[in-house]
Structures are given as C-alpha cells and as structure tokens.
C-alpha cells in the first residue's frame, strides 16, 4: 500500500434526471452541463464535431449524449443513459430521461432511482402535455426535490415578462399535485446560460444557475432511523446454518432482536448475523445492507416474508388501494388479473375497482373502466393472498409495487393508506366459526350468494351458469356452479322425478347451496325447480343469500333447441312427467331478475346476470356492506 | 454507509435475486478486474461460496498470464470452471486477419452462444459496467435476449424500484449485470478495499499497462507509470481517457462496439 495515498471519502453521486417534452432540449442541456463542468472526456467534443461534419449536419450538443447510432437516425433519445459528472460540491449521476411518450416507461425506469429532478420546459411553448405528466409521475414516483429549468430563453429575447408567464403556469399546476420546485431557472442550453455561468442578457435573474440549484438538493435522509422492513429474499442451507437472507429496506437490526415475520406472525431472535471475509462479527446492521442472519428458532420463514420488530408491523391485507401507472400495451381493466410483485413477494391480485381515472393535462377526475397505456388512476386491488404492505409515504420501499402481465411489468403501483384486514367485529360472532362473515367478504372481496337459476328444460340454465362460473372465476371471484343434473348423479342419486323427490332434491340442493353461500361463495344453481312452492321453500332456506333468476325462453324455443333430445322422447312418452309437456312448469312471479333467453343471445344474458352480480354481490363489498346473515 | 458498502450491497442484492430467480444460472468470468471483484461479491453473497458454475470464453488469443491465473484461481476458489470456445471457428484459423468484428463476432459472441446452449444455461452473470460505453449505459441489470442472443435496446423492459424482469418466453436467455451500476473507479477501490487477486498484466511495467484485457492481438496497453492498485486509482482520478481506448475492435467504425452488442456480444 502506498503510504502517500491521501485517505479519501468517497462520495456517493447525487443520482437526478432531467425530464421534461421531447423537444425542449434535454440532451442539449446534458450536453451541455458535461461540458461545462469540465466532465467530458478528452476529444469527446472534437470527434462529435467531426462526425457532426462528416455527416454534414451542424454541430450540435446533444449529440455528444447521442451514443447510439439509432438515436441519431430517429432523432429522439431513445432510452435512459447515465452519464456522470461532477461540481465541486460532489458527485452527480444524470439519468436522461427521453421525452417522447412512447417511451414513457424509460422516463420512469430513470426517474424512479432519482433523488432530484430538473424539470425542463421550453420558454417558447411553456408546459406542454407531456410537461405535466412528466411532473405527475415524479410526484407520484416520490421525487420531492424539483428545480423547474425554462431553456430556450434566447428564443424569446431573454424575455423576463416571458419567463414570468411560463413560471406561473408551471407553479401553478406544481402546486395542485404537492411539489414546491426549489428553483425555476431560466438558462439557454445550447448557449451555455446560466448552467455553470451566469448569463450577462438575464441580470433581472438572480436566483441559482443549474449547478448550483443541482447542489442545493440534499443527500436522502437515511433509512436507518426508521421502523425495521426486511424482506426474505432466500433462505440458504449452508455449512450447518440456515441462513435468512435479505436486504434491511429500513430501519436497523441487531443480535438479540426479536423478528416478527409477516404474513403469519412468528417469531424469534436474531442469533447471529453472517458474513464472509469481513474483519469481524457484525453485531448490527442498517437500512441498504445485504445481510444474512440466523434465528434462535427453526420457525418457517420463506422469500416474501417481511420482517419487522413486532410493535411497528407493516400492514397485512388482502386488499390495497394504489395510485398507479400504467405502462401496458393492453389497458388495465376491472376483472383483470396481474402478478403485483412488492419487495420479494408475488401475488396474484385482481383489479377489483377503478376509482379514478387521472387527466394530467388538468387534474381531473373521472370514473371509467379502464386506464389506458401511459395513464395514471386510483385502483383497488385485491389479492388471493395476504399481502404485507405499508403506506407509501411512511415507507416508501415497502409501499409501493409492480404489476406483471404475462412476462412483463406493465405497471407501477403506490399504496395509500392500508388497512389490516381483521375488524373489530370478530369478537361479537358466534362461537361456532372463528372466521366471520365479514372477513370472509373481505378476503374474497365479494358477498356470499345463491343464485338460483328457473326455467325450462333447454332454456340455458346450464349454459349460462358455467359461462358465468368461467366470467366470474377470471374476475377472482370464489364461485361455483351447481347443475341439476350433476347433483342427480351425486347427492340426489337416490331421488326420481316424482313431484315429492322432486321436491327434496330442491330441498337438498338448497341447503347444499346455502353453505355455499356462508362459505362465502358466490353459488350457482341451475335446476328447472318447476314449482312455486318449491322455489319458495329454497327460498326461506338460502334467506338473504338466495336470488331467484328466471331463464325465460317458451317452450316452443326450448323444444325447437331440444339440445338432449328429451322432449322427443318426452313427446314420445318416454319420459313421464317431463317439465312442460306432462308436468306443469310455473314460471316465477317474484324473480329478482329475469333473463329473456328466448330472445336474446347468451352474451346478452351473460351481461345482464354479470352486472346483477356486480351490483348485488361485489359492489356491496366494497362500500363496507356486511354480508347478512338469515 | 460509504459508497463501496453501497455498491457491494446493491450487487449482492442483484446476485441473490438471480440466484433465487434463475434456474439454470452462469457466470461469465473474463479473468479481467470486473470478473474478478464479481466473483468475490458472489462469495460475499453466498456467504464464502459460489453457487453456480463460472464460464470462461477461450478465444485462444487469450495473453497467457491470464489463462495461467484463470486456473490458479479456479483451484483455489474451488470454482465449477467451464471453458467454452467456438471450435468450428478456430479450426478453420479464426483470427483478427480476418478482420477484427468478424473475429470477435465468431469467437467470442458465438463461442458464448455456444456454451449457453450446450449447457442449457437461461441466463448468463456478466460483469459490464454503465460507464464503460454509451451503449452498456443502457443496459438493464436483468436484460433479456432474443433467440439469437440478440439485444434489441429500442425496447427494453421497464425496470425500476429493483423489480427486475425475472418471467420470459420460453427460449429467451438474460444477461444479469451486478455491477452495472459500478465504475471502473469503484472497481479498483474495492480490489484495493477487499484486497482481491489480479491480473499482473493491469500494472505498469515499462512505461505501459493494460487498462482493459481482452485477446492479445486486439488489445493494447496504455502508457502509464501506475504499478500498484494506489497509483492505479491515483491514475484513473486524473485521467479523461476512455477505459476501452485501448480496444481496437471498437474503432473499426463509429457504431462497431454497438453493433458488436447487438449481436450478442457482452
């Protein structure tokens, strides 16, 4: 070692990204700010200028950032590059972000790793479209700290009236989503204005240059000193020791610690943590390390597992609410169902509401049923699973989560203000269940349910009620669909068509359908149930749960289809006492909802029974509606 | 916490997550310093060992020294030590005379093709840096690959918030970068921090030493009096030189490095 080697304190660079419309002059900017703090490397601006003239085109700055051939040729920067450069007060990192829409997930890769942002804007065309989404998603992205940059100002004449009008349209729209800019600096990029130096033609301006309102933006605060968040990332048999490993997100542990890991809730202490090729045992350690420690308990933890110091748990839910950005190509839709990857656990959630659907351009909020690519809303997502979360502002690295389509992340989720799943109401339940009703809805997202199907034989009752098995199965919902003839081979074997067996198997089926139903799930029953009395006493068995849909189609329809040939037979006095030709069929005068399947495609009558289900079973779930009890 | 520590925790985390994600998982290991620091933040990550096998592309243009220490390392380290090579390429004289991208593109970007499908690996650990060339700082850390091994960087996947793209069609292969995020700086800081083994080649002898290793013909050493992993650092504070100025397939034209990438090369 060499002896004359000053000791060195290396700085961590500030990481930032500079986002703002395709063509306000980013790269130029970048350019530019490498350039003048003397961080291009030698011959750099030499060789671009002799492409630059080579291809016959004038020199400009923004090709020194153009490394690539591609960009060149499309004239957009095309991805995220990080380029380094340093002031005398410290290291930087830039991460230039692109501006064209298309590539809006490249903006978000960038901003999302930055602790400051510039926010460029051209003087001439003052906050454009892609100005305020750009704005919006570093708010949302959890950038606080915002130095607004106006360029372009020797387009205007180094305007100061000019600079003042662009400042307060940006302020303005700043101030409605919560972000205070540190500065708003007017510069022109391709002249070098006020980046490094000040500029003789804008003395009116006496606030910072770019650099110094880049130096003005502090280091993050630690982690440490926040409540423990460990995510397992794995668990490693080694040498004898089971090693729990994972990266501390916030907070700090110790030896001696007590673990609560979450989902599930147990715990045990920290016995030691593990390294390798260190001078000593480490005895603590701090938000950001990869660590690997061994527990004083074998108690089963896997990756997914959050650990925390049992007084300040993280939230655990099957449900969570997220401002959220969508990157897909298909848009995001009710029903749908992603992987939500959050810290190292993965769950299958469906997108149980929309509540909003975000404008940028003004704010505004508006209901809708879908976000389209590169739009921003509020969701509420529900998971299969419990998910361990915390509320973004308090714990951002534990708050916030991807969304996965297929193979790929089609979108980013924040997440407000979780809830625990379990109510207060638990203790007031019988003895019998220690799972209530109330949190049986709230795990599945949805009330308990009989739909009890009527009709003719070769109405469609079977048709319909497992395409909506099927419909509501991609929905995430715990539905199931009992068909007559089904059940007759089955519980019912022993019963025949006599009006009195008849009438036990309804009886059974009800009763089968009803635990079903307190079971939480959405039942579907389809059996002709030819009598009012019968679909009465179903009635008073399924009490609230129980909903009576009539499959209206005549019989001269229903026999025209005769899909199982039995009304030939049944004309032909094959089958005694057959619904509608030798056995009375009454249709029903108190439905709750009729379907005329006569008429109307199945499609047709799939919708009108989904949105019934929608308003009567799921919506109530989601507003606080218990499911009641009979 | 300094921000070697941070470097080394971020690439622990990375190796950890490829590990837990990947299935069938390699490391490519050029016996250069950014190879060496990766299998020593492998050790770090799993706790003195490394769990997957370590794959060296053998161009035969190799500079001997560091095939000499490619296999006193191996020993040592008790690595799973492949050697891959495009035999069909060699065989027929393979070399530089033929033109460097071609000699490069048929050596050492099919000669890794090569292994990753005789092994079956899905995805491969190599040591690229974001400050080395415009078009690395591009890079994803789990940054997938077509059929063909190739790179389509207009459109890459999203990744932020260290979610990284673990879910692929079948026939896709990933390249996962630990230390992309590092700089050839922070490279030497930490050999000097951890004090790990290196190539001699790297320090100056003569007037000259080699900055980045690569095939004997193509790579030149750099003038430089720095002998010791200090002067070293001392040396690259000062310097505004590029690290691959020495590489002469990347000045064959102005895009050859990327069009090298493109096509599957690291």
Not at chain 1, 465 to 486: N, S, T
Not at chain 1, 535 to 557: M, N
Not at chain 2, 88 to 95: F, K, N, V
Request: aromatic content about 8%; charged content about 25%; proline content about 5%.
């Amino acid at each position: 070692m060499n002896a004359m080697t000053p000791p060195r304190v290396t700085q961590r660079p500030l990481p930032i990204v500079i986002v703002g419309h395709v063509d306000h002059g980013k790269s130029t900017l970048v350019g530019r700010l490498l350039n003048d703090t003397g961080s291009l490397p030698e011959g750099k601006v030499e060789a671009v200028r002799e492409m630059s003239r080579r291809r016959g085109m004038p020199f400009e700055w923004s090709f020194v950032m153009d490394a690539l051939q591609a960009e060149r040729d499309q004239g957009i920067t095309i991805d995220t590059t990080q380029v380094r450069f340093e002031t005398p007060t410290r290291p930087y990192v830039i991460i230039d972000a692109p501006g064209h829409k298309e590539f809006l997930k490249n903006m978000v890769t960038g901003a999302a790793s930055a602790d400051g942002a510039l926010l460029l804007i051209d003087v001439t065309e003052g906050a454009l479209e892609q100005s305020r989404r750009h704005a919006y998603l570093l708010h949302l992205l959890g950038v606080r700290q915002v130095a607004v940059v106006i360029n372009k100002m020797d387009m205007c004449g180094f305007s100061e009236a000019r600079y003042h009008e662009v400042t307060e349209g940006i302020l303005g729209y700043l101030a409605e989503i919560g972000v205070t800019p540190s500065a708003v600096v007017p510069i022109s990029a391709r002249h070098g204005n006020n980046i490094v130096e000040r500029c003789r033609h804008m003395d009116w301006y006496s606030g910072p240059t770019v650099v110094e309102a880049l130096d003005a933006f502090h280091q993050p605060k630690s982690l440490t000193d926040r409540p423990l968040r460990l995510p397992v990332q794995d668990v490693y048999k080694l040498d004898e020791r089971r090693i729990v490993a994972g990266r501390i997100e916030s907070g700090h542990l110790k030896v001696g610690d007590t673990l609560v890991f979450l989902p599930g809730g147990r715990s045990a202490k920290i016995a030691t943590i593990e390294s390798w090729n260190e001078p000593e045992q480490r005895t603590r350690a701090v938000a950001g390390q990869s660590v690997g420690i061994t527990l004083d308990q074998p108690i089963f933890v896997e990756r997914g597992h959050i650990a925390a110091h049992p007084p300040k748990k993280p939230v655990e839910t099957h449900t969570v609410r997220a401002h959220l950005f969508w990157l897909g190509h298909e848009p995001l839709r009710v029903g749908n169902a992603y992987t939500l990857k959050l810290a190292t656990a993965e769950h299958d959630v469906t997108v149980q509401a929309i509540e909003r659907v975000i404008d940028v351009e003004d704010l505004s909020g508006h209901t809708g049923d879908q976000v389209e690519r590169n739009g921003v809303g509020e969701v509420v997502l529900h998971s299969r699973s419990a998910m361990v979360v915390d509320d973004f502002t308090e714990i951002a690295r534990t708050g916030r989560a991807v969304l996965v389509d297929g193979y790929d992340v089609v979108g980013g989720c924040i997440i407000q203000q979780p809830h625990s799943d379990e109510m207060p109401a638990r203790n007031l339940i019988a003895s019998s269940h220690t799972v209530t009703p109330e949190e049986r809805t709230w795990t599945n997202g949805h009330l308990g349910g009989i739909l009890w199907f009527t009709g003719l034989s070769g109405s469609g009752k079977s048709t319909l009620a497992m395409a909506l098995e099927r419909e509501l199965f991609r929905k995430g919902i715990q539905v199931y669909a009992l068909d007559g003839d089904g059940v007759r081979q089955g519980l019912n074997f022993d019963l025949g068509f006599s009006p009195d067996d008849r009438s036990e198997n309804i009886r059974r089926v009800a009763q089968v359908a009803r635990l079903f139903a307190e079971a939480g799930m959405i039942v579907v029953t389809a059996l002709i149930s030819p009598t009012r009395a019968d679909r009465a006493i179903a009635r008073k068995i399924g009490g609230a749960f129980f909903h009576e849909i009539f499959i209206d189609a005549d019989l001269e329809v229903c026999e025209g289809r005769d899909a199982k040939g039995l009304y030939k037979k049944a004309r032909a006095g094959l089958i005694p006492e057959f619904t509608g030709i030798s056995a009375p069929y009454e249709a029903p005068l108190t439905a709750e909802l009729v379907l005329p399947a006569g008429r109307e495609a199945v499609e047709t009558c799939l919708a009108d029974l989904a949105s019934y289900v929608e308003a009567k079973l799921i919506r109530p779930a989601r507003t606080g509606n218990r499911a009641q009890s009979a | 916490m300094d921000q070697l520590s941070a470097l080394e925790d971020q690439s622990i985390y990375i190796f950890r997550e490829a590990f837990n994600r990947i299935d069938k998982l390699a490391m490519l290991w050029s016996i250069g310093k950014d190879s060496n620091v990766m299998l020593w933040l492998a050790r770090k990550a799993f706790f003195g060992h490394v769990p997957f096998p370590v794959v060296h592309v053998d161009t035969k243009h190799k500079i001997p020294e560091m095939i000499e220490f490619r296999d006193r390392m191996a020993r040592e380290w008790k690595l799973d030590l492949i050697v891959g090579e495009n035999s069909e390429a060699l065989s027929e004289g393979m070399g530089p005379g033929r033109g460097r991208i071609t000699c490069c593109t048929a050596l050492k970007t099919e000669g890794l093709k090569a292994v990753i499908a005789q092994q079956g690996y899905t995805a491969v650990i190599a040591g690229i840096r974001r400050d080395e060339d415009g078009t690395r700082a591009k890079e994803r850390v789990f940054s997938p690959r077509g059929l063909n091994s190739e790179w389509d960087f207009r459109d890459q996947p999203p990744e932020f918030w260290d979610q990284f793209k673990t879910s692929f069609p079948p026939g896709t292969s990933l390249r996962i970068h630990p230390i992309l995020h590092w700089t050839e700086l922070d490279v030497w800081k930490y050999i000097k921090r951890e004090n790990i083994p290196t190539v001699d080649l790297y320090f100056s002898k003569n007037g000259k030493r080699y900055r980045s290793l690569g095939c004997a013909p193509c790579t030149a050493p750099a003038e430089s009096t720095a002998s010791t992993v200090d002067e070293i650092i001392a040396e690259l504070e000062r310097t505004k030189t590029s690290e691959r100025s020495g590489r002469a397939q990347d000045k064959v034209s102005e895009d050859a490095f990327e069009r090298l990438r493109a096509g599957g090369y690291m």
